[in-house]
């Protein structure tokens, strides 16, 4: 009598919970715990004389299970036997569902530490020389508690990432390889510091969204001619002057196609003007091969030999700018390109590069720099600057 009362005493404080689980014979009425002892009674007669959720409340109460949480509703039970045998334990679910969750947030954080720190262990050394060590273990299954068990579980990805595609969730295993190919490949992005979120949301999507790299045959056709003539010009100029000081691109070819592919999506966006300052670095190669100056010039700063058609500023080579008006083949419009020449101390490039941009937008009537593409054709006057 006394574990009766007990239990009673216990059921007490969901009598309002339990009007939603007898289908018998609803609780409508205050003197709920004489019909509460009437259904443990029969229960404990027989778990069969109850309605299947009393069943597993009872069983779920007994074992020790707060009345708040023993409550099953019928709708969860409806594809199970009628069988006490088969009712579930609330116990066991409720540690499922932390695992579940754990797991989840486990998944999501390992997500992050490939945004985080992926570029740490990026294959960006094909000679094998370097001797840093990063620390790789936050990328690792095991660093949050997963195991080799848990690569074929499906996990719902978060909304900070991309790697999904169409898909809202993906097998563990699915997911590390996706990340791996997009942050832990032969290009390292580290960008987890910008405080912007869209700018974030931006970067990775272009980096995780799947198959986002393929390229057509005709990009490749195109970002091939412009990798060739790259490292021919370097190869050239070795081979000529090797003895000659000229800050070489060499390990860094693809800067080329690289800027003129944003020089044809800005012409195409509706930019007409694209101020740059760069270091000596490369500089010789993008005046050749983005700004398109005439080789006979360059190659006249090498040799005394060959007579330039002006004498020049009298700089160096590699200091030298050049200001070009040029017809954009993929747009089929004009646009302006023009590299600063290099000041006495480089770090005042940027400087140059702002204020000869911002003269330009003065002359065009575009004080504030806002102007739309769509004005163009009244008031041509669109700047980008590197």
């Given amino acids: ?82 069988g ?129 790299m393929q390229f057509n045959v005709a990009e490749k056709r195109t970002l091939l001619g412009r990798m060739i003539r790259s490292t021919r010009f370097e190869e050239f100029l070795q081979r000529k002057w090797s003895s000659e000081k000229r800050f070489g691109l060499e390990g860094c070819e693809s800067l080329i196609p690289a800027l003129k592919t944003i020089i044809d999506i800005s012409s195409q966006s509706g930019v007409e003007s694209v101020i740059m300052g760069m270091p000596h670095r490369g500089r010789l190669n993008v005046l050749a091969n983005v700004i398109r100056k005439e080789l006979e010039q360059i190659f006249c700063q090498f040799d005394s030999k060959l007579e330039a058609a002006d004498e020049g500023s009298g700089d160096v080579k590699y200091h030298l700018g050049m200001y070009h008006k040029r017809m954009n083949r993929v747009s089929d419009k004009y646009i302006t390109l023009s590299l600063v020449a290099n000041p006495s101390h480089l770090e005042a490039v940027d400087s140059v590069v702002q204020g000869k941009t911002k003269a330009e937008q003065f002359y065009c009537g575009d004080t504030e720099g806002k102007r739309h593409p769509t004005q163009s054709a009244t008031a041509p006057c669109q700047n980008m600057e590197y």
């Fill in 84 to 212: 006490a045998e088969s009712a579930p334990s609330l116990l066991g679910a409720e540690a499922n569902t932390k695992k579940l969750v754990a797991d989840h947030l486990a998944v999501h954080s390992l997500i992050r530490a490939y945004q985080v720190r992926g570029h740490h262990i990026a294959k960006l050394d094909p000679l094998g020389i370097s001797c840093v060590d990063f620390d790789d273990a936050p990328c690792a299954v095991g660093f949050y508690g997963l195991a080799d068990s848990d690569l074929d579980k499906v996990f719902r990805l978060p909304t900070t990432t991309f790697i999904g595609g169409g898909e809202s969730a993906l097998p563990l295993r699915e997911i590390i390889r996706r990340l791996e190919l997009a942050y832990c490949q032969h290009i390292g992005v580290e960008f987890m510091f910008i405080n912007d979120v869209e700018q974030c949301q931006w970067i990775r999507q272009k980096f995780e969204t799947p198959d986002i």
């Fill in 1 to 82: 009598m006394y574990r009766l009362r007990t239990t009673v005493a216990r059921l007490g404080p969901i009598a309002h919970a339990g009007q939603n689980i007898s289908q018998p014979r609803p609780l409508r009425t205050s003197n709920y715990s004489n019909y509460l002892e009437e259904m443990y009674y029969a229960w404990l007669e027989n778990p069969k004389n109850v309605h299947k959720s009393w069943d597993v409340f009872f069983r779920n109460a007994n074992a020790g299970v707060p009345p708040g949480l023993a409550y099953q509703s019928p709708l969860h039970l409806n594809g199970m036997s009628q």
